[in-house]
Protein backbone atom coordinates (compact mmCIF):
# COMPACT_ATOMS: atom_id res chain seq x y z
CA UNK A 1 0.00 0.00 0.00
CA UNK A 2 1.74 2.82 -1.07
CA UNK A 3 2.00 6.37 1.02
CA UNK A 4 -1.50 8.06 0.00
CA UNK A 5 -3.69 4.97 0.34
CA UNK A 6 -2.15 4.94 3.84
CA UNK A 7 -2.79 7.98 4.46
CA UNK A 8 -6.84 7.44 3.12
CA UNK A 9 -7.04 4.45 5.33
CA UNK A 10 -5.32 6.24 8.06
CA UNK A 11 -8.77 9.05 7.91
CA UNK A 12 -11.23 6.29 7.52
CA UNK A 13 -9.88 4.21 10.48
CA UNK A 14 -9.97 6.95 13.02
CA UNK A 15 -13.56 8.20 11.51
CA UNK A 16 -14.79 4.74 11.96
CA UNK A 17 -13.15 4.57 16.02
CA UNK A 18 -14.82 8.14 16.97
CA UNK A 19 -17.80 7.18 15.25
CA UNK A 20 -18.42 3.54 16.39
CA UNK A 21 -16.86 4.84 19.89
CA UNK A 22 -20.09 7.32 20.34
CA UNK A 23 -22.69 4.87 19.26
CA UNK A 24 -21.54 2.08 21.79
CA UNK A 25 -21.91 4.22 24.73
CA UNK A 26 -25.56 3.11 24.52
CA UNK A 27 -25.44 -0.40 22.92
CA UNK A 28 -25.43 -2.22 25.62
CA UNK A 29 -28.04 -0.64 27.61
CA UNK A 30 -30.10 0.87 24.69
CA UNK A 31 -33.18 -2.01 25.33
CA UNK A 32 -32.56 -2.00 29.10
CA UNK A 33 -32.96 2.08 28.58
CA UNK A 34 -36.55 2.23 27.11
CA UNK A 35 -37.44 -0.58 29.54
CA UNK A 36 -36.64 1.73 32.32
CA UNK A 37 -38.81 4.53 30.69
CA UNK A 38 -41.78 2.64 30.71
CA UNK A 39 -42.10 1.15 27.44
CA UNK A 40 -43.01 -2.86 27.55
CA UNK A 41 -41.14 -4.81 24.81
CA UNK A 42 -43.62 -4.76 22.23
CA UNK A 43 -43.10 -0.55 22.17
CA UNK A 44 -39.24 -1.25 23.25
CA UNK A 45 -38.67 -3.14 19.87
CA UNK A 46 -41.50 -0.95 18.05
CA UNK A 47 -39.38 1.89 18.69
CA UNK A 48 -36.11 0.37 17.33
CA UNK A 49 -38.25 -1.00 14.37
CA UNK A 50 -39.61 3.17 14.27
CA UNK A 51 -35.66 3.88 14.49
CA UNK A 52 -34.97 1.43 11.19
CA UNK A 53 -38.30 2.84 9.51
CA UNK A 54 -36.65 6.03 9.63
CA UNK A 55 -33.23 4.40 7.52
CA UNK A 56 -35.65 3.32 5.13
CA UNK A 57 -37.38 6.62 4.62
CA UNK A 58 -34.29 8.70 4.64
CA UNK A 59 -31.67 6.34 2.78
CA UNK A 60 -32.77 7.66 -0.84
CA UNK A 61 -33.16 11.55 0.20
CA UNK A 62 -29.35 11.50 1.96
CA UNK A 63 -28.01 9.40 -0.95
CA UNK A 64 -28.67 12.49 -2.63
CA UNK A 65 -26.72 14.12 -0.32
CA UNK A 66 -23.92 12.03 -0.70
CA UNK A 67 -23.31 11.50 -4.18
CA UNK A 68 -24.77 15.37 -4.69
CA UNK A 69 -23.08 17.67 -2.07
CA UNK A 70 -20.37 14.74 -1.63
CA UNK A 71 -19.56 12.44 1.09
CA UNK A 72 -18.15 14.70 3.72
CA UNK A 73 -20.95 17.14 3.78
CA UNK A 74 -22.72 13.99 4.40
CA UNK A 75 -20.47 12.64 7.28
CA UNK A 76 -20.74 16.07 8.98
CA UNK A 77 -24.79 16.43 8.55
CA UNK A 78 -24.74 12.47 10.05
CA UNK A 79 -23.22 14.07 13.33
CA UNK A 80 -24.89 16.75 14.02
CA UNK A 81 -28.59 15.16 13.21
CA UNK A 82 -27.55 12.17 15.59
CA UNK A 83 -26.27 14.45 18.41
CA UNK A 84 -29.54 16.13 18.47
CA UNK A 85 -31.36 13.56 18.13
CA UNK A 86 -29.75 11.33 20.87
CA UNK A 87 -30.25 14.25 23.28
CA UNK A 88 -34.19 14.47 22.55
CA UNK A 89 -34.05 10.43 24.09
CA UNK A 90 -32.50 11.51 26.48
CA UNK A 91 -34.69 14.28 27.27
CA UNK A 92 -37.54 11.25 26.65
CA UNK A 93 -36.57 9.06 29.63
CA UNK A 94 -36.23 12.01 31.75
CA UNK A 95 -39.52 12.91 31.39
CA UNK A 96 -41.34 9.56 31.06
CA UNK A 97 -42.68 10.23 27.23
CA UNK A 98 -45.58 8.65 25.42
CA UNK A 99 -44.54 5.87 23.30
CA UNK A 100 -45.37 7.81 20.31
CA UNK A 101 -42.91 10.50 21.26
CA UNK A 102 -40.11 7.99 21.14
CA UNK A 103 -41.61 6.39 17.57
CA UNK A 104 -40.93 10.68 15.88
CA UNK A 105 -37.07 10.69 17.82
CA UNK A 106 -35.97 7.13 16.55
CA UNK A 107 -37.27 8.08 13.31
CA UNK A 108 -34.89 11.12 13.42
CA UNK A 109 -32.03 8.76 15.69
CA UNK A 110 -32.85 7.03 11.83
CA UNK A 111 -32.08 10.28 9.72
CA UNK A 112 -28.80 10.40 11.60
CA UNK A 113 -27.59 7.08 10.64
CA UNK A 114 -28.39 7.02 7.33
CA UNK A 115 -25.82 10.20 6.69
CA UNK A 116 -23.01 7.46 7.34
CA UNK A 117 -24.49 4.45 5.64
CA UNK A 118 -23.26 4.21 2.00
CA UNK A 119 -21.06 7.35 2.25
CA UNK A 120 -17.99 6.45 4.59
CA UNK A 121 -17.93 3.05 2.34
CA UNK A 122 -17.65 5.20 -0.76
CA UNK A 123 -15.61 7.49 0.20
CA UNK A 124 -12.88 4.84 1.14
CA UNK A 125 -13.20 2.57 -1.94
CA UNK A 126 -13.03 5.52 -4.55
CA UNK A 127 -10.20 7.22 -2.44
CA UNK A 128 -8.25 4.07 -2.28
CA UNK A 129 -8.72 3.65 -6.03
CA UNK A 130 -7.62 6.74 -7.08
CA UNK A 131 -4.80 6.59 -4.65
CA UNK A 132 -3.50 3.81 -7.09
CA UNK A 133 -4.49 0.75 -4.12
CA UNK A 134 -5.51 -2.25 -6.38
CA UNK A 135 -5.58 -5.21 -3.41
CA UNK A 136 -8.48 -6.52 -2.42
CA UNK A 137 -11.14 -4.77 0.05
CA UNK A 138 -11.70 -7.28 2.36
CA UNK A 139 -8.06 -6.16 3.91
CA UNK A 140 -8.91 -2.76 4.48
CA UNK A 141 -12.60 -3.19 5.72
CA UNK A 142 -11.41 -5.71 7.74
CA UNK A 143 -9.12 -3.31 9.51
CA UNK A 144 -11.89 -1.01 9.78
CA UNK A 145 -14.32 -3.89 11.26
CA UNK A 146 -10.99 -4.47 13.80
CA UNK A 147 -11.14 -1.12 15.04
CA UNK A 148 -15.01 -0.40 14.83
CA UNK A 149 -14.38 -3.76 17.07
CA UNK A 150 -12.72 -1.94 19.97
CA UNK A 151 -13.84 1.25 19.89
CA UNK A 152 -17.46 -0.56 20.44
CA UNK A 153 -15.82 -2.72 23.00
CA UNK A 154 -14.57 -0.31 24.84
CA UNK A 155 -17.97 2.32 24.53
CA UNK A 156 -20.05 -0.29 25.70
CA UNK A 157 -18.64 -1.24 28.91
CA UNK A 158 -17.58 1.68 29.56
CA UNK A 159 -21.84 2.86 28.98
CA UNK A 160 -22.68 -0.33 31.12
CA UNK A 161 -20.37 0.70 33.69
CA UNK A 162 -21.35 4.20 33.30
CA UNK A 163 -24.69 3.75 33.75
CA UNK A 164 -24.61 1.72 36.72
CA UNK A 165 -22.22 4.10 38.57
CA UNK A 166 -24.56 7.16 37.80
CA UNK A 167 -27.49 6.11 35.42
CA UNK A 168 -29.34 4.74 32.45
CA UNK A 169 -29.34 8.48 30.88
CA UNK A 170 -25.49 9.31 31.62
CA UNK A 171 -24.05 6.91 28.58
CA UNK A 172 -26.40 9.19 26.38
CA UNK A 173 -24.72 12.42 27.23
CA UNK A 174 -21.68 10.65 26.69
CA UNK A 175 -22.48 9.93 22.83
CA UNK A 176 -23.62 13.68 22.46
CA UNK A 177 -20.03 14.88 23.23
CA UNK A 178 -18.19 12.56 21.17
CA UNK A 179 -20.03 13.00 18.02
CA UNK A 180 -19.54 16.65 18.33
CA UNK A 181 -15.84 15.96 18.33
CA UNK A 182 -16.22 13.69 15.56
CA UNK A 183 -17.79 16.82 13.67
CA UNK A 184 -14.59 18.47 14.61
CA UNK A 185 -12.38 15.67 13.17
CA UNK A 186 -14.10 14.82 10.06
CA UNK A 187 -14.00 18.50 9.32
CA UNK A 188 -10.63 19.17 9.36
CA UNK A 189 -9.12 15.79 7.96
CA UNK A 190 -12.32 14.42 5.58
CA UNK A 191 -11.95 15.86 1.70
CA UNK A 192 -13.75 14.15 -1.28
CA UNK A 193 -11.08 12.20 -3.01
CA UNK A 194 -11.62 10.36 -6.38
CA UNK A 195 -15.04 11.51 -6.45
CA UNK A 196 -16.92 14.67 -8.00
CA UNK A 197 -20.22 15.62 -6.69
CA UNK A 198 -23.05 15.93 -9.31
CA UNK A 199 -25.21 19.10 -7.47
CA UNK A 200 -28.75 19.61 -8.87
CA UNK A 201 -30.84 22.70 -8.06
CA UNK A 202 -34.02 20.04 -8.35
CA UNK A 203 -33.96 18.08 -4.84
CA UNK A 204 -36.71 16.13 -5.85
CA UNK A 205 -35.58 15.72 -9.60
CA UNK A 206 -32.37 14.16 -7.83
CA UNK A 207 -33.97 11.96 -5.52
CA UNK A 208 -36.36 10.37 -7.97
CA UNK A 209 -32.57 10.10 -9.74
CA UNK A 210 -30.80 8.22 -7.23
CA UNK A 211 -33.99 5.89 -6.43
CA UNK A 212 -33.55 4.56 -10.38
CA UNK A 213 -29.91 4.71 -9.89
CA UNK A 214 -30.19 2.35 -7.40
CA UNK A 215 -32.86 0.33 -8.80
CA UNK A 216 -31.07 -0.25 -12.33
CA UNK A 217 -27.62 -0.50 -10.54
CA UNK A 218 -29.17 -2.85 -7.59
CA UNK A 219 -32.59 -4.48 -7.99
CA UNK A 220 -31.84 -4.84 -11.67
CA UNK A 221 -28.90 -6.13 -11.56
CA UNK A 222 -29.05 -9.68 -10.27
CA UNK A 223 -26.31 -10.53 -8.39
CA UNK A 224 -26.49 -7.26 -6.66
CA UNK A 225 -29.81 -8.17 -6.03
CA UNK A 226 -30.11 -11.53 -4.95
CA UNK A 227 -28.00 -10.04 -2.00
CA UNK A 228 -30.10 -7.26 -1.44
CA UNK A 229 -32.97 -9.45 -0.85
CA UNK A 230 -30.76 -11.39 1.59
CA UNK A 231 -30.19 -8.34 3.71
CA UNK A 232 -34.07 -7.79 5.40
CA UNK A 233 -33.19 -11.54 6.94
CA UNK A 234 -29.75 -11.24 8.21
CA UNK A 235 -29.82 -7.42 9.62
CA UNK A 236 -33.29 -7.58 10.85
CA UNK A 237 -32.81 -10.73 12.70
CA UNK A 238 -29.55 -9.51 13.81
CA UNK A 239 -30.62 -5.89 15.07
CA UNK A 240 -33.30 -7.71 17.33
CA UNK A 241 -30.59 -10.15 18.39
CA UNK A 242 -28.76 -7.67 19.36
CA UNK A 243 -30.38 -5.71 21.30
CA UNK A 244 -32.52 -8.69 22.88
CA UNK A 245 -29.38 -10.23 24.40
CA UNK A 246 -29.24 -7.09 26.87
CA UNK A 247 -32.59 -8.65 28.99
CA UNK A 248 -31.76 -12.03 28.03
CA UNK A 249 -28.88 -12.26 29.63
CA UNK A 250 -29.73 -10.23 32.65
CA UNK A 251 -32.55 -12.74 33.28
CA UNK A 252 -30.36 -15.88 32.86
CA UNK A 253 -28.06 -13.92 35.36
CA UNK A 254 -30.62 -13.31 37.61
CA UNK A 255 -30.47 -9.51 38.87
CA UNK A 256 -32.63 -6.74 36.02
CA UNK A 257 -30.22 -4.05 37.57
CA UNK A 258 -26.64 -5.67 36.37
CA UNK A 259 -26.49 -2.82 33.54
CA UNK A 260 -22.46 -3.72 33.68
CA UNK A 261 -23.66 -7.72 32.44
CA UNK A 262 -25.35 -5.82 28.98
CA UNK A 263 -22.82 -3.94 28.58
CA UNK A 264 -20.47 -7.20 28.58
CA UNK A 265 -22.63 -8.68 26.03
CA UNK A 266 -22.00 -5.60 23.98
CA UNK A 267 -18.33 -6.26 25.09
CA UNK A 268 -18.39 -9.53 23.74
CA UNK A 269 -19.97 -8.83 20.28
CA UNK A 270 -17.38 -6.11 20.24
CA UNK A 271 -14.51 -8.25 20.28
CA UNK A 272 -15.92 -10.80 18.12
CA UNK A 273 -16.01 -7.80 15.96
CA UNK A 274 -12.28 -7.66 16.20
CA UNK A 275 -11.77 -10.67 15.87
CA UNK A 276 -13.84 -11.29 12.97
CA UNK A 277 -12.62 -8.44 10.72
CA UNK A 278 -9.11 -10.05 11.46
CA UNK A 279 -10.40 -14.05 10.26
CA UNK A 280 -12.17 -12.40 7.13
CA UNK A 281 -9.23 -12.01 4.48
CA UNK A 282 -8.02 -15.27 5.77
CA UNK A 283 -11.04 -17.03 5.47
CA UNK A 284 -11.87 -15.83 2.09
CA UNK A 285 -7.90 -17.21 1.10
CA UNK A 286 -9.60 -20.41 1.75
CA UNK A 287 -12.41 -20.30 -0.66
CA UNK A 288 -12.49 -19.39 -4.40
CA UNK A 289 -15.87 -18.05 -3.83
CA UNK A 290 -16.94 -14.87 -1.66
CA UNK A 291 -20.63 -16.25 -1.76
CA UNK A 292 -18.99 -19.78 0.10
CA UNK A 293 -18.51 -17.17 3.04
CA UNK A 294 -21.40 -15.85 3.07
CA UNK A 295 -23.71 -18.82 2.89
CA UNK A 296 -21.92 -20.83 5.32
CA UNK A 297 -22.14 -17.86 8.06
CA UNK A 298 -26.34 -17.54 7.38
CA UNK A 299 -26.41 -21.47 8.12
CA UNK A 300 -24.16 -21.56 11.29
CA UNK A 301 -25.83 -18.68 12.34
CA UNK A 302 -29.47 -20.15 12.56
CA UNK A 303 -28.28 -22.92 14.32
CA UNK A 304 -26.51 -20.90 16.59
CA UNK A 305 -29.58 -18.83 17.31
CA UNK A 306 -31.78 -21.88 17.65
CA UNK A 307 -29.44 -23.28 20.01
CA UNK A 308 -29.72 -20.41 22.57
CA UNK A 309 -33.20 -20.29 22.48
CA UNK A 310 -33.17 -23.24 24.37
CA UNK A 311 -29.96 -22.31 26.67
CA UNK A 312 -30.72 -21.28 29.95
CA UNK A 313 -27.20 -21.57 31.50
CA UNK A 314 -25.81 -17.92 31.52
CA UNK A 315 -22.25 -18.84 30.60
CA UNK A 316 -23.17 -21.17 27.71
CA UNK A 317 -25.21 -18.14 26.41
CA UNK A 318 -22.42 -16.06 26.84
CA UNK A 319 -19.95 -18.68 24.80
CA UNK A 320 -22.86 -18.64 22.08
CA UNK A 321 -23.43 -15.34 21.42
CA UNK A 322 -19.33 -14.70 21.08
CA UNK A 323 -19.71 -17.65 18.71
CA UNK A 324 -22.66 -16.05 16.81
CA UNK A 325 -21.18 -12.72 17.03
CA UNK A 326 -17.81 -14.02 15.49
CA UNK A 327 -19.51 -16.00 12.82
CA UNK A 328 -21.83 -12.74 11.58
CA UNK A 329 -18.72 -10.39 11.86
CA UNK A 330 -16.26 -12.84 9.95
CA UNK A 331 -19.09 -12.36 6.61
CA UNK A 332 -19.31 -9.34 6.67
CA UNK A 333 -16.16 -6.96 5.48
CA UNK A 334 -16.66 -10.40 2.19
CA UNK A 335 -20.49 -9.05 2.07
CA UNK A 336 -19.04 -5.27 1.57
CA UNK A 337 -16.16 -6.32 -0.87
CA UNK A 338 -18.45 -8.38 -2.88
CA UNK A 339 -20.91 -5.60 -3.48
CA UNK A 340 -18.17 -3.13 -3.78
CA UNK A 341 -16.69 -4.88 -7.05
CA UNK A 342 -20.22 -5.06 -8.27
CA UNK A 343 -20.90 -1.60 -8.20
CA UNK A 344 -19.80 1.74 -10.31
CA UNK A 345 -18.19 4.20 -8.42
CA UNK A 346 -20.38 7.28 -9.97
CA UNK A 347 -23.48 5.30 -7.58
CA UNK A 348 -21.54 3.31 -5.16
CA UNK A 349 -22.93 5.60 -1.91
CA UNK A 350 -26.81 5.34 -3.77
CA UNK A 351 -26.45 1.59 -4.23
CA UNK A 352 -24.78 0.98 -0.67
CA UNK A 353 -27.21 3.11 0.75
CA UNK A 354 -30.22 1.05 -1.39
CA UNK A 355 -28.47 -1.91 0.32
CA UNK A 356 -28.69 -0.51 3.66
CA UNK A 357 -32.42 0.63 3.34
CA UNK A 358 -33.23 -3.25 2.41
CA UNK A 359 -31.57 -4.20 5.71
CA UNK A 360 -33.56 -1.60 7.67
CA UNK A 361 -36.39 -2.62 5.98
CA UNK A 362 -36.35 -6.36 7.28
CA UNK A 363 -35.81 -4.32 11.21
CA UNK A 364 -39.21 -2.43 10.58
CA UNK A 365 -40.68 -5.95 10.42
CA UNK A 366 -39.01 -8.83 12.32
CA UNK A 367 -38.05 -6.53 15.48
CA UNK A 368 -41.66 -5.62 16.42
CA UNK A 369 -42.42 -9.45 15.29
CA UNK A 370 -39.93 -10.96 17.70
CA UNK A 371 -40.35 -8.45 20.58
CA UNK A 372 -44.08 -9.80 20.21
CA UNK A 373 -42.90 -13.48 20.98
CA UNK A 374 -40.83 -12.29 23.60
CA UNK A 375 -43.88 -10.53 25.30
CA UNK A 376 -46.07 -13.80 24.74
CA UNK A 377 -42.92 -16.90 24.71
CA UNK A 378 -39.96 -15.23 26.24
CA UNK A 379 -36.83 -14.32 25.03
CA UNK A 380 -35.04 -17.34 24.31
CA UNK A 381 -37.76 -18.55 22.07
CA UNK A 382 -37.61 -15.50 20.45
CA UNK A 383 -34.26 -15.95 19.33
CA UNK A 384 -34.74 -19.45 18.04
CA UNK A 385 -37.33 -18.08 15.84
CA UNK A 386 -35.20 -15.56 15.07
CA UNK A 387 -32.68 -17.81 13.99
CA UNK A 388 -35.67 -19.44 11.66
CA UNK A 389 -36.35 -15.93 10.00
CA UNK A 390 -32.37 -15.69 8.90
CA UNK A 391 -32.54 -18.93 7.04
CA UNK A 392 -34.46 -17.60 4.57
CA UNK A 393 -31.71 -15.44 3.49
CA UNK A 394 -29.88 -18.68 2.33
CA UNK A 395 -31.75 -19.07 -1.04
CA UNK A 396 -31.46 -15.36 -2.32
CA UNK A 397 -27.32 -15.59 -1.56
CA UNK A 398 -27.42 -19.34 -3.77
CA UNK A 399 -29.34 -17.12 -6.50
CA UNK A 400 -26.34 -14.28 -6.59
CA UNK A 401 -23.97 -17.34 -6.39
CA UNK A 402 -25.53 -18.83 -9.69
CA UNK A 403 -25.11 -15.67 -11.41
CA UNK A 404 -21.31 -16.27 -11.36
CA UNK A 405 -20.48 -12.56 -11.95
CA UNK A 406 -16.78 -12.18 -11.64
CA UNK A 407 -16.89 -10.17 -8.17
CA UNK A 408 -17.15 -13.36 -6.03
CA UNK A 409 -13.88 -14.45 -7.41
CA UNK A 410 -12.30 -11.58 -7.52
CA UNK A 411 -9.06 -11.43 -5.50
CA UNK A 412 -8.87 -15.01 -4.91
CA UNK A 413 -5.82 -16.88 -3.62
CA UNK A 414 -5.51 -19.00 -6.50
CA UNK A 415 -5.82 -18.29 -10.86
CA UNK A 416 -9.15 -18.21 -12.31
CA UNK A 417 -7.98 -19.55 -15.13
CA UNK A 418 -7.68 -22.96 -13.47
CA UNK A 419 -9.76 -25.57 -15.31
CA UNK A 420 -9.06 -28.15 -12.78
CA UNK A 421 -11.30 -28.51 -9.10
CA UNK A 422 -11.38 -25.38 -7.42
CA UNK A 423 -12.42 -24.64 -3.87
CA UNK A 424 -16.20 -23.60 -3.11
Known amino acids: MNAAALKIQRIYLTLTLG ?49 GWGRRVSFLLGTVTLAVSTYLYYLLWQFSAPFWWWAVVSVLLGLGFTFFSGAVEAW ?24 SGVAMLAGSVAGGVIAQATNLGVPFLLRVGVLLAMFVVAFALMRDVGFTPERSTHPLQA ?30 VGIYVFYALQPYLLELFGDPHAYSIAGLAAAIVAGAEVLGGWIAPRVRRLVRRRTTVLILSSIVDTVILVVLGFTQVFWVALVLLAFWALVSSSGIPVRQAYLNDMIASKQRATVLSFDSLMGSSGGVVVQPLLGRAADVYGYAASLAIGGVIELVAVPFLLASRRQRHQADQANAPTSTTNTGSQPA
Open 124 to 147: LVDALRFSGYEGGMETVLGRGQMV
Open 19 to 67: NTLAASFIWGINTLFLLDAGLSNLEAFAANAFFTAGMVLFEVPTGVVAD
Open 207 to 236: TRAVLAASIDNGLKNPPVRYVMLAAPFTAG
